[in-house]
Nanobody, 124 residues
Framework: QVQLVESGGGLVQAGGSLRLSCAAS????????MGWFRQVPGKERQFVAT????????LYANSVKGRFTILRDNAKNTVYLQMNSLKPDDTAVYYC?????????????????WGQGTQVTVSS
């Protein structure tokens, strides 16, 4: 069992930056691929980024590529999402998730554990 707690969300102006953190419980964090997803009211949860268990491989949605960076620190059981050049369209609740497999996956159903989410609002 893995428990995930996100933090770092907030209100930022367009063009600004935020860094989200996701702290995980348990001793198996380093064996999970981790992902970030986001959701706006009335729409499906969508993939943002994922990182392999070792941190050596990453994958991004086209909409955030070049602006967002996913990182992890296995010693601290934490995964991060560095978000730069934010746009109003990035406004959403951001969720981190853990996947027990070793391959990078982008489907919501592929992930086994989810955090409660953190709100990111980008003003124009």
């Amino acid at each position: 069992q893995v428990q995930l707690v996100e933090s770092g969300g907030g209100l930022v102006q367009a063009g600004g930056s935020l860094r989200l953190s996701c702290a995980a419980s348990g001793r198996t964090f380093s064996t999970y691929a981790m992902g970030w997803f986001r959701q706006v009211p009335g729409k499906e949860r969508q993939f943002v980024a994922t990182i392999s268990a070792s941190g050596g491989s990453t994958l991004y949605a086209n909409s955030v590529k070049g602006r967002f960076t996913i990182l992890r620190d296995n010693a601290k059981n934490t995964v991060y999402l560095q978000m730069n050049s934010l746009k109003p369209d990035d406004t959403a609740v951001y969720y981190c998730a853990a996947d027990r497999t070793t391959i990078l996956r982008i489907g919501v159903a592929s992930y086994d554990y989810w955090g409660q989410g953190t709100q990111v609002t980008v003003s124009s």
